[in-house]
């Protein structure tokens, strides 16, 4: 989930607001049946999509009138799902391989994030490229993330041993104020935090190193899959639009986003240049064969062993493909 720390300037362009405008449309006319959609986090372009397929009428044109309920530090998107208060709630798998096996009855029905966000970001003066460079690197983390960490380190063969782990909070200046030589993040806050502030770094994908772990994932129960399944086809189906129409302008995606929440502290530079290092992470070369948010039987094995370096034990049918089968027409 995307933490808060990055800088934000509150600006909003008038050119951006217009673009925003854009991507609005009149409410429709007829009755709708109201769902509710948990998202991950405090509002955000993370889920531009989403805002998206709200704001165009997307989800309205499948009968659907989608709430959008923000998560937070204290708010778990697990729990209102599971209680039937949300239809879908995003998530990442190994949250809900965690739920599953407390016995959460949870399958993972759309995956946004085809190459998992954690980054490895350090200075250019110091930087490290590849698995190999963290030994002898003191690394700025959460304690929290040691298993993420060490799952890296044991698919690449370096010993963690070797790293020191610095526990930090959350923020860029740690790695700025050189009391560290790297930051375990997500790829889309701290190095955008620090390209704000005018400086570069480094970013070494974990997920290029055999890290997978699905993330920005879409949850639902079994009950709703077998009984609520033409919401559940009509809410996925308006979201794949929506990401669709996200990766076309990326730009006028962060406009909508800082226009919708003017009081969210959002500041459209920051926006902009989440949304566009978003794309590559949710689009592929799978998701142009198949369909916004596939996955396939390597995909879930690749994560299926990678949330065993976790200590999660789960098994491929945690991932259920067939609103996504149904809303691609496959």
């Known amino acids: 989930m995307t933490k808060i720390g990055l800088t934000r300037r509150h600006l909003l362009a008038l050119g951006g607001a217009g673009a925003a405008a854009g991507l609005m449309r ?5 009755a709708q049946t109201p769902v509710t959609l948990q998202l991950s986090w405090l509002h955000s372009v993370q889920f531009a999509g989403s805002y998206i397929a709200q704001e165009q009428g997307l989800w309205a044109d499948e009968g659907l009138e989608v709430a959008l309920t923000p998560g937070g530090p204290n708010a778990p998107v697990e729990p209102p799902v599971v209680a039937g208060q949300a239809l879908v709630g995003i998530s990442a798998a190994d ?9 959460a009855p949870f399958k993972i029905i759309l995956v946004a994030m085809q190459k998992n966000p954690f980054t490895i970001a350090s200075l250019p003066g110091n930087p490290v490229r590849e698995p190999a460079d963290l030994v002898g690197k003191r690394i700025g983390m959460a304690l929290a993330n040691t298993p993420v960490l060490q799952a890296l380190c044991t698919l690449n063969g370096v010993p963690i041993e070797e790293i020191e782990i610095v526990p930090t909070q959350y923020s860029a200046a740690p790695l700025l104020a050189g009391e560290v030589d790297c930051l375990l993040c997500w790829l889309t806050d701290l ?3 620090m390209a704000i502030q005018g400086v570069d770094s480094v970013t070494m994908l974990m997920a290029d190193y055999g890290y997978a772990v699905h993330s920005q994932t879409y949850i639902a129960t079994e009950d709703s899959l077998a009984n609520r399944r033409n919401e559940l086809v009509g809410l996925i189906r308006g979201e794949v639009e929506g990401w669709n ?22 500041d459209i530079e920051t926006q902009r240049l989440q949304a566009e290092l978003q794309v590559p992470l949710m689009f592929s070369d799978l998701t142009e064969q198949h369909g916004f948010g596939w996955w396939t039987d390597e995909t879930v094995e690749a994560n299926v062993e990678t949330l065993a370096l976790l200590g999660r034990q789960v098994t491929p049918d945690l991932w259920d493909r067939s609103i996504l089968e149904e809303v691609h027409g496959s």
Do not use: H, I, M
């Open 191 to 193: 190095p955008v935090a």
């Open 245 to 266: 129409a996200y990766r076309q302008d990326t730009d006028a995606a962060a406009a909508l986003t800082v226009a919708k929440f003017p009081d969210a502290g959002l």
């Open 95 to 103: 949250y809900t391989a965690a739920a599953v096996e407390n016995g």
């Open 26 to 30: 009149p409410a429709p006319l007829f």
